[in-house]
């Protein structure tokens, strides 16, 4: 599967934006999806996560509240409506796929990835 992320740009402190991931081939909706996000300087981090289903998802504590992972098997795309930004939320975002159902929180058990969208939350 190939992963194409958009929806990056800059933001206010408070404001909204809504990440998507769309997703080439037929085998979207059996996969697991995460978010993921890497500042300057740090290493990357999990986001939110989501089952095939979408029935379950998973947050990091940072954003938990704030952030809402979701996605349409019908369109092959996964979504992050991220309100209440922080300047701390500044980071390049990436979607993530796994194809065997593993840990959503550690990026080490997702095989495809997006190639990231740049967020960056500043007055």
């Known amino acids: 599967v190939q992963l194409q992320a958009s929806g990056g740009g800059l933001v206010q402190p408070g404001g909204s934006l809504r990440l998507s991931c769309a997703a080439s081939?037929?085998?979207?909706?059996?996969?697991?999806m995460g978010w993921f996000r890497q500042a300057p300087g740090k290493e990357r981090e999990f986001v939110a996560g989501?089952?095939?289903?979408?029935?379950?998802?998973y947050y990091a504590d940072s954003v938990k509240g704030r952030f809402t992972i979701s996605r349409d098997n019908t369109k092959n795309t996964l979504y992050l409506q991220m309100n209440s930004l922080k300047p701390e939320d500044t980071a390049v975002y990436y979607c993530?796929?796994?194809?065997?159902?593993?840990?959503?929180?550690?990026?080490?058990?997702?095989?495809?990835w997006g190639q990231g969208t740049l967020v960056t939350v500043s007055s």
């Open positions: 989501i089952i095939w289903s979408g029935t379950t998802t």
């Open positions: 081939g037929r085998l979207f909706s059996r996969y697991g």
């Open positions: 993530a796929a796994q194809s065997i159902p593993y840990s959503l929180s550690r990026d080490i058990s997702y095989n495809h």
